[in-house]
């Protein structure tokens, strides 16, 4: 399956944006998806993971409650709401996923990556 991921760019301290991830190449259900994050200088981090059927979510520490991951199955893409965004959330943002049964909160166990999309809030 290939991903691509759109809808990063600048926005103000607070304020919202949402990413979007679309696949190409699979049925995009039969796969866990999530989102991880690079901050600039640091490792790889988990922001946000769902599994097939959406009833399982996981957030990382820093966005809960301020980030929420969605899948549409039928149009084959996951979206990520980030609200109340903040300078430390910079980074850029990764859609990943995986054909499997268990979330993960690794990045080592994705197969599959977007190509990633700048995220910069100013503060």
């Known amino acids: 399956v290939q991903l691509q991921a759109f809808g990063g760019g600048l926005v103000q301290t607070g304020g919202s944006l949402r990413l979007s991830c679309a696949a190409s190449?699979?049925?995009?259900?039969?796969?866990?998806v999530g989102w991880f994050r690079q901050i600039k200088g640091k490792p790889i981090e988990f922001v946000a993971v769902?599994?097939?059927?959406?009833?399982?979510?996981y957030y990382g520490d820093s966005v809960r409650g301020r980030f929420t991951i969605s899948r549409d199955n039928a149009k084959n893409t996951v979206d990520l709401q980030m609200n109340r965004l903040k300078p430390e959330d910079t980074a850029v943002y990764y859609c990943?996923?995986?054909?499997?049964?268990?979330?993960?909160?690794?990045?080592?166990?994705?197969?599959?990556w977007g190509q990633g999309t700048l995220v910069t809030v100013s503060s």
């Open positions: 190449g699979r049925s995009f259900s039969s796969y866990v």
């Open positions: 769902m599994d097939r059927s959406g009833g399982t979510i």
């Open positions: 990943v996923a995986d054909d499997t049964e268990e979330i993960s909160l690794f990045p080592t166990a994705y197969d599959y």
